[in-house]
């Protein structure tokens, strides 16, 4: 039975962060704040290449660059705190700024699941339909789908959010993580949490298995029709502009799978912050490097405005 009065008594969280040493906070700021820099510029440089260069305004380069923004604006709800944090040697964190943050990073999250699928869905239309891609996906069809990303995901996100503020939390209040996450919220609640639950659980399966399956079928699709190609230089052709993606996906999904599907042990309370540490440090990071270590398109845009940055100062 559902209380008439339904209240929260705590008023903020205490996150426990990733050392309760004062010294290694130190090396940690260090170490974040450069890892927090590099994904910013790099992502910045994606987006600056592409809205640049006019050889870049294709689908996979417009969608690539939707990506960087959301890994933007991923590591911004959660570094930034993390090094504040840092600094004042308390992981005190308020209600709602805590719910926030929850949110946003969930929507950023599934958000970028939904992009993964729309790009794996874009390189099958290029791979299996070369002829009729442009007329398919031209520019409206690319608005059409970036924006059903980013409307989606941060309105199924909300739906749960208001599930999570309407559970009682009379304490404790500490959290054994470095940012907010629903589990981990939820484990503090004093009421009955098995109906939200499944609820939760129920989005973000849609959100993320979704876009997982179309992945799957999109790649089983390219193999199929490169495994027919006739031309080895087509078929290396294809296998590289997909490659950078699947690595993408793989960083993606990794962590979730290893966290979510095998097994916990008792013996590892950690384990999440752990396995946290990799998606939220690591992988936005490494998406930009991947995306533009071996991309000659990247490569010949950068030489583009080096040049045109010389000329322009001899002149």
């Not at 510029?41 to 260069?53: E, K």
Request: with cysteine.
């Amino acid at each position: 039975m559902i209380e008439a009065e339904n209240f929260t008594s705590v008023k903020e969280f205490i996150l426990l962060g990733l050392s309760s040493h004062r010294k290694i906070h130190v090396l940690l700021f260090l170490v974040i704040l450069i890892i927090y820099s590099l994904t910013v510029l790099g992502n910045l440089l994606i987006i600056i290449l592409v809205q640049a260069d006019v050889q870049l305004n294709t689908p996979m380069y417009y969608f690539l660059s939707h990506l960087a923004v959301i890994e933007i604006c991923y590591v911004t709800s959660t570094m930034p705190l993390m090094l504040s944090h840092l600094v004042a040697g308390n992981g005190a964190i308020s209600f709602p700024f805590c719910i926030t943050q929850i949110y946003v990073v969930g929507s950023m999250a599934t958000t970028e699941s939904l992009l993964l699928g729309v790009m794996a869905y874009d390189r099958y239309l290029a791979i299996c339909h070369p002829l009729t891609y442009a007329v398919v996906m031209d520019k409206r069809c690319q608005l059409q789908f970036a924006l059903a990303c980013w409307i989606i995901a941060p309105l199924l996100c909300g739906i749960c959010d208001v599930f999570l503020v309407c559970q009682t939390y009379c304490g404790p209040n500490q959290i054994n993580h470095f940012m907010c996450e629903i589990p981990a919220v939820l484990k503090l609640s004093c009421g009955e949490t098995q109906i939200v639950e499944n609820i939760i659980s129920g989005v973000g399966a849609f959100l993320l298995l979704l876009p997982f399956c179309v992945i799957l079928t999109s790649y089983a699709l390219i193999l199929y029709s490169v495994s027919h190609m006739k031309s080895t230089a087509g078929q290396h052709k294809a296998f590289s502009t997909c490659g950078s993606h699947l690595l993408v996906v793989t960083l993606f999904y990794g962590p979730g799978i290893f966290m979510y599907v095998i097994p916990k042990s008792n013996s590892a309370p950690d384990r999440n912050k752990q396995t946290a540490i990799f998606y939220v440090l690591i992988t936005p990071l490494l998406n930009p490097i991947i995306y533009t270590l071996r991309n000659k398109d990247i490569h010949r845009a950068v030489r583009k405005i080096m040049q045109r940055k010389d000329f322009e100062q001899k002149t």
